[in-house]
């Protein structure tokens, strides 16, 4: 395995959230000085800040909770695929792609230019492509913008579809730097016994 090269946005209190969500803080529960010995950290955040995945529940009560999901599904092969300058991503943008046998796909859409604000707008993918990536033996879809679904959708449709397949989600991406083409992917969530998301660590490897 090569070199690992860094897919994650980094944390602190300018990391974009989504509008009305809880604010990235990272503040000294104690310092050195305070308590003699060791400086102690406290972290609060939202489970969907920067990059990180969501489990079923975020978006289906019912849904497996992040301690449940299968490790496997964010670690092994991916395939980036880039798909900048779609508003929308279909299966027809990727039928020249071979899909087949990589069970991780990530997408480059180049929507998210800003990544000092939280976007406006982004790339979405069509729930269409749901059945088609399962039917390609897809098990995760990783993005470089917040969302699978438009940013103003309540009903969010290519969750729910990614999700009716056993699509799982990875979002929030910086995938700017990498060439399209076949890489290693480890991005695990942090075991959170009841969490909707979890931040992730995302890195490639060729
Ligand atoms: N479903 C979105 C996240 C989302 O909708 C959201 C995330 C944080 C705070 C509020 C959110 N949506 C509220 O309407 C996602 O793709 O993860
Ligand atoms: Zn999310
Ligand atoms: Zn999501």
């Known amino acids: 395995m090569g070199k690992l090269i860094d897919v994650s946005m980094p944390l602190s209190s300018t990391v974009p959230i989504w509008p009305g969500d809880t604010l990235f803080a990272y503040e000294l529960t104690w310092t050195k000085e305070e308590s003699g010995s060791v400086n102690v950290g406290q972290i609060t955040m939202s489970t969907h800040t920067g990059t990180h995945i969501d489990a079923p529940f975020h978006f289906d009560s019912q849904g497996e909770r992040v301690l449940e999901l299968d490790l496997d599904l964010y670690a092994g092969t991916a395939l980036v695929v880039d798909v900048s ?33 939280f976007p406006v707008r982004i790339a979405c993918l069509h729930e ?21 679904d438009p940013l103003d959708s309540k009903e969010l449709p290519a969750h729910h579809a990614l999700h009716g397949k056993g699509i799982h989600i990875l ?36």
């Open 128 to 148: 269409s492509l749901a059945p088609y990536l399962f039917e390609k033996g897809v098990r995760l879809i990783g993005v470089d913008v917040p969302s699978v």
């Open 85 to 117: 300058g779609r508003d929308c991503v279909r299966p027809e943008d990727l039928e020249s792609e071979r899909l087949d046998g990589t069970q991780r796909v990530l997408l480059k859409t180049n929507s998210w230019k800003d990544r000092s604000v």
């Open 171 to 206: 979002e929030g991406l910086v995938l700017d730097d990498i060439e399209p083409g076949k890489y290693h992917l480890m991005a695990l969530p942090l075991p959170l016994k009841e969490g909707d998301g979890s931040p992730v660590r995302a890195v490639l490897s060729r």
